[in-house]
């Protein structure tokens, strides 16, 4: 299940109403789905979208999108290490960026224009959107391997914009759980 970290107040919201609620007057949907049973666990591709034919339809009619695919990463996928890279620094992107998790984890760092920079952790289940030019960045757990549904506005898809004088490196990228941890290639920092 999601969570919210705010670094800069060492504040964590784990219920999902105030989550909901936290991220709502930044534009920022939040939901979650069943997976489990649902889902088969070697389910392709067009099994997953098929599964979540009727909630992907919903959101398409509530943000405008034209399309869905299924995004799968793990420590195997060639050039990795260069697609991390280019989510890893802070950005936005001309239209919303929609993801549900149907696998694995990843944490979103969110940098409004009206508040605090506050890291979303998502896990299977997990529905967020970051609205079209919110500064943001991404990062992967320690287990670098997630697998989402992706929606958007145009078919051709988006690219990062980089922003001027980003604020990523001043943020520890990490993932929640039993243990708060720092990139894959760093060692533990302390236990939650």
Request: contains cysteine.
């Amino acid at each position: 299940m999601a969570s919210i970290h705010i670094q800069d107040e060492n504040r964590t919201i784990t219920d999902l109403s105030e989550i909901a609620d936290f991220l709502a007057p930044h534009g920022i949907w939040y939901e979650h789905w069943e997976v489990e049973g649902r889902l088969a666990p070697d389910a392709d591709n067009d099994a997953v979208l098929t599964t979540y034919h009727d909630e992907i339809e919903r959101l398409k009619d509530r943000g405008g999108f034209v399309t869905a695919d299924v995004i799968s990463v793990n420590p195997e996928t060639p050039g990795l290490d260069e697609m991390l890279a280019k989510f890893a620094k802070e950005h936005t992107h001309s239209e919303d960026e929609v993801r549900f998790t149907v696998k694995g984890q990843g944490v979103f760092h969110i940098h409004p224009a009206d508040g605090p920079v506050f890291a979303v952790h998502v896990e299977a289940g997990d529905l967020i959107n970051v609205p079209a030019n919110t500064r943001h960045w991404f990062d992967l757990c320690q287990d670098r391997m997630i697998r989402c549904i992706r929606l958007f506005e145009d078919p051709a898809g988006w690219a990062p914009h980089y922003v001027d004088e980003p604020v990523n490196a001043s943020y520890t990228p990490i993932c929640f759980g039993p243990t708060y941890v720092e990139k894959a290639d760093t060692k533990p920092v302390v236990d939650l």
